[in-house]
């Protein structure tokens, strides 16, 4: 008898993980963090970037199947640094942007629990005196990703139940301009997800 409610139990939970891995599924949600920023300087006078705290907030989806998924997300994100020049002056560096990863990556686990890991790009429309908050959206809408700023995510996530929480990295790949020096921005972050529909 014993024997016959392990195979019962074994067959469930095989089951079960074969339907979380493979069947079709989609979630949509919010989420909300923190980052840490820094600069790297490619021009001749170098100055030094400390990390300092920015947050993000925004919305993501989640394609999966096979054991692999699709998550893009939009986010509004705040990447402060302090910078400390070559004669010594301290100043705090802020760049605003909504940000849109498309990420790509694999999963694993099962009854509500599971791991994941992804990596991506992400466009980041800046916010600025050149462009608002209502004219960066504009962009993501048209899709003009033209003269935006581009960086490459890695990342890994743990889920329960509805709840998410990721740590990623994030390394620049165009360079930007502050204080008339070229820079990339990287930063890591960690964020908590809430998914408010789950397919």
């Not at 949600?29 to 001749?44: E, M, V």
């Not at 986010?75 to 010594?88: H, M, N, P, W």
Request: glycine residues 12%; aromatic residues 14%; without cysteine.
């Amino acid at each position: 008898m014993k024997k016959i409610i392990l195979s019962f139990i074994v067959f469930g939970a095989t089951i079960s993980l074969a339907s979380a891995q493979i069947l079709p599924t989609f979630q949509f949600g919010l989420k909300a963090g923190a980052n840490l920023s820094s600069l790297n300087s490619t021009a001749s006078e170098t100055f030094s970037g400390s990390n300092r705290a920015g947050y993000l907030a925004g919305i993501w989806a989640r394609f999966g199947a096979v054991g692999f998924n699709f998550q893009p997300e939009m986010y509004l994100t705040s990447k402060d640094v302090d910078v400390t020049s070559s004669s010594g002056g301290v100043t705090t560096a802020k760049f605003t942007s909504i940000d849109v990863p498309l990420l790509f990556g694999g999963k694993f686990g099962a009854l509500g629990i599971g791991g994941r890991f992804y990596t991506g790009p992400v466009i980041s429309f800046a916010i600025d005196k050149n462009q608002s908050y209502s004219g960066a959206l504009d962009k993501v809408a048209s899709l003009n990703y033209q003269d935006q700023n581009f960086a490459w995510q890695f990342g890994t996530g743990l889920d329960i139940k509805r709840i998410s929480v990721d740590l990623r990295y994030e390394a620049g790949i165009t360079k930007q301009t502050y204080d008339g020096r070229q820079t990339r921005i990287s930063l890591f972050s960690l964020s908590l997800a809430y998914s408010l529909v789950k397919l």
